[in-house]
């Protein structure tokens, strides 16, 4: 029996199996985290030609727009001169420009990807991982990573779709993204009509 990929919580029930659905998922009892069973990973070519279905949308008004979205719940703390970092920025970074032409910040691309690296020990003012984290194999260590990438007071600003409602699990279009294979929950507000959270963003400060 594995261990939750995040919080390192041994898995102590059966795997998840959904009707019509050939991957297999864990469900951590501790932080609710499903995972994709390891066996059904993309390899990194498939990965990489899944991403660059994107390319086609990065830098249209929609998606800028989106991605400024995104940034609004700490774009007030974004001072000019500050120093970011785009974590997953994509083929085509776009926060990069949008950030020097908003906020007149300077923003970092990082990518494995599609061959983005950043200066081994560099710390930012913010980080920004918009749409990235239901992608890694390993959140426990990315985390890590992107938190010693952060200076002292800077922010961390995330943005996934999460869901409220593991008994609709099989039904939600989130997990039919074969690159998806971390997939965070939330609890429901009061009076929530849906059953899982669109992809909003959140900041929080490291103290």
């Known amino acids: 029996m594995s261990d939750c990929v995040l919080c390192k919580t041994p898995f102590s029930q059966p795997l998840l199996i ?22 059904y990973y993309p390899l990194e070519d498939q990965a990489r030609n899944r991403y660059l279905q994107h390319k086609d949308d990065a830098g249209s008004n929609g ?12 774009s007030s703390y974004i001072n000019a001169k500050d120093e970011c ?26 990518d494995p990807y599609f061959g983005f690296t950043i200066p081994e020990k560099k710390q930012y003012d913010h980080v920004f991982c918009l749409e990235t984290a239901e992608h890694f194999f390993n959140p426990m260590a990315e985390f890590e990573n992107i938190y010693t990438r ?5 922010y961390l600003t995330l943005m996934t779709e999460r869901y409220t409602d593991l008994s609709f ?7 039919r993204d074969f690159t998806h294979v971390c997939l965070l929950y939330t609890s429901p507000r009061p009076r929530d009509r849906t059953r899982s959270r669109m992809p909003s963003s959140a900041c929080k400060k490291k103290d």
């Open 18 to 39: 959904i009707k019509n659905d050939r991957r297999k998922y864990h469900v951590c009892p501790q932080c609710h985290l499903i995972q994709v069973e390891k066996s």
């Open 150 to 154: 952060l200076r002292q007071g800077g």
């Open 85 to 110: 970092l785009d974590y997953g920025c994509g083929p085509v970074p776009v926060l990069s420009h949008i950030l020097n032409q908003e906020a007149s910040a300077r923003c970092d691309n990082y």
């Open 63 to 74: 998606h800028r727009q989106h991605l400024w979205k995104a940034v609004s719940p700490s």
């Open 169 to 175: 699990f099989g039904e939600w279009y989130y997990k």
